[in-house]
């Protein structure tokens, strides 16, 4: 008989998730976008992209992979004198989780500039389960490899064994966050790859989106010249 490792079990039970993670992002029109790509759209389209990109500790903890592009949905920490009631942990932290719409990024604000673990694997797997396509926080987090072996992406700045404890406490869910220095609404459009963490604002997803599209036709218009043959001079008109 196969022993059922710990690894091995969350690979399994990850595989019943079976909702496409882009849902969402594809209903944008953002679903080619990267975040370098995302950042010239958005300068395209009359934003400044240093103020929507989140800082640059905020990294892939997980094995990083293609970008993940999805609405914001939001659970906001604070400092605390006491530790998290259960029923507030379960309020802001797993009810936001489970009622997330498939193709949604989980973005968590810490509310300290400590570094704790805001989730582990379990949260992750449920996350993966119901279908997210990430998640994102300005804290750490732990677990990794496990959340790598069931595929689910994590931002972060880093990862720690220990929780949140008495240091911090969840005040609201699909609220307005502010992580990595981004404000964050629930529904604004999150783009986070290797190079970094960017957000779109809800009201010009649309704009940014057709901005996208003329950057990504002449994007390839120049790599078709230059494989071949072409000068970067002669292929890349500023």
Same mark, same amino acid.
């Given at each position: 008989m196969? @022993?059922?490792? @710990? @690894? +091995?079990?969350? &690979? &399994? +039970? /990850?595989?019943?998730a079976s909702t496409p993670r882009l849902t969402l992002a594809q209903a944008s029109g953002l679903e080619d976008a990267t975040a370098s790509l995302t950042a010239d759209a958005l300068r395209t389209a009359g @934003? !400044?992209?240093? &103020?929507?990109?989140m800082s640059r500790d905020i990294r892939p903890v997980t094995t990083p992979g293609k970008t993940i592009v999805g609405p914001a949905v939001t659970t906001k920490w604070e400092l605390a004198r006491e530790g998290s009631a259960a029923g507030s942990i379960r309020k802001f932290v797993f009810e936001p989780v489970d009622r997330a719409a498939a193709g949604s990024i989980w973005v968590? =604000?810490? #509310?300290? !500039?400590?570094l704790l673990s805001m989730f582990g694997d379990l949260i992750g797997l449920a996350c993966k389960r119901q #279908?997210?396509?990430g998640a994102v926080t300005d804290s750490g987090c732990r !677990?990794? #490899?496990?959340? !790598? /072996?069931i595929g689910f992406p994590v931002f972060a700045k880093g990862t720690v064994l220990y929780g949140p404890g008495d240091v911090i406490r969840p005040v609201g869910a699909d609220v307005p966050v502010v992580c990595g220095g981004v404000s964050v609404r629930p529904g604004d459009v999150v783009v986070a790859d290797v190079d970094g963490?960017?957000? %779109?604002?809800? =009201? &010009? %997803?649309a704009e940014v989106a057709g901005a996208m599209n003329g950057l990504l036709a002449k994007e390839e218009g120049v790599r078709r010249k230059i494989e071949n043959g072409e000068t970067l001079a002669r292929a890349y008109s500023l």
């Open positions: 196969t @022993r059922m490792t @710990r @690894r +091995s079990l969350l &690979a &399994a +039970s /990850a595989a019943f @934003r !400044d992209p240093r &103020a929507l990109t968590v =604000e810490s #509310g300290t !500039d400590q #279908g997210l396509a !677990d990794v #490899g496990a959340m !790598d /072996a963490v960017i957000v %779109v604002p809800k =009201e &010009a %997803v």
